[in-house]
């Protein structure tokens, strides 16, 4: 039966390489097959491993190769925050 990723969110930051390692060895897949899904070097996803931040667009990628939404860690640690009513760091302008 596979488990949920689990990952505690006591404002202590999202190690997002953390969670992705968990998650290829719950699906009991290799870093060579992610690798080969990504098109990269296995050693560039050992090094995914290591960050605690990504690119949107690898993770993105790595959604998709794992099916496994790795966004909604973060969207979790922000509602966990309990600041319901944070504004985004622009200004959206109607463009004529």
């Not at 488990?3 to 290829?24: A, F, S």
């Not at 790595?62 to 622009?90: E, V, W």
Request: with cysteine; glycine share 4%; charged share 25%.
């Amino acid at each position: 039966m596979k488990q949920d990723v689990t990952i505690q969110t006591d404002n202590e930051p999202v190690h997002i390489g953390k969670i992705i390692e968990q998650e290829l060895r719950q699906q009991e897949r290799s870093v060579t097959w992610l690798s080969r899904k990504l098109h990269c070097d296995r050693r560039n996803v050992y090094d995914i491993f290591t960050r605690e931040y990504i690119d949107t667009g690898l993770l993105y990628r790595i959604c998709l190769a794992l099916n496994r939404d790795f966004f909604a860690y973060f969207s979790k640690l922000l509602h966990s925050a309990g600041n319901q009513d944070f504004t985004p760091p622009y200004k959206l302008t109607k463009v004529m």
